[in-house]
Nanobody
Framework: QVQLVESGGGLVQAGGSLRLACAASVRTFNTYAMGWFRQAPGKEREFVAGISWSGGTTKYADDLKDRFTISRDNAKNTAYLQMYSLKPEDTAVYYC?????????????????WGQGTQVTVSS
């Protein structure tokens, strides 16, 4: 069983930055691909970014790749999402997810484990 705990969310003004962290309680963290998703009120959960086991491969939602950066530190069992130039439309609950495969999947069904989410609110 993998437990994921997100942190780093909060209230930020438009144009600001935030770094989210996802701490995993598993010794074999380097055998899980990690993903970040977000869900705004009234909308479906959507893919934001994903990263392979080693961190050598990353994927992003097309409209976010210029402002968001995903990374991981396998020694710390933690994945990160650095967000720049935040916009009000980035307001959502952000979730991290883990999958045992080494394929970065863009669908929620591809991930076995989920965190509880962290709220990001961007004010205009």
């Amino acid at each position: 069983q993998v437990q994921l705990v997100e942190s780093g969310g909060g209230l930020v003004q438009a144009g600001g930055s935030l770094r989210l962290a996802c701490a995993a309680s598993v010794r074999t963290f380097n055998t899980y691909a990690m993903g970040w998703f977000r869900q705004a009120p009234g909308k479906e959960r959507e893919f934001v970014a994903g990263i392979s086991w080693s961190g050598g491969t990353t994927k992003y939602a097309d409209d976010l790749k210029d402002r968001f950066t995903i990374s991981r530190d396998n020694a710390k069992n933690t994945a990160y999402l650095q967000m720049y130039s935040l916009k009000p439309e980035d307001t959502a609950v952000y979730y991290c997810a883990a999958t045992r495969t080494n394929v970065i999947l863009r669908t929620t069904s591809g991930y076995n484990y989920w965190g509880q989410g962290t709220q990001v609110t961007v004010s205009s």
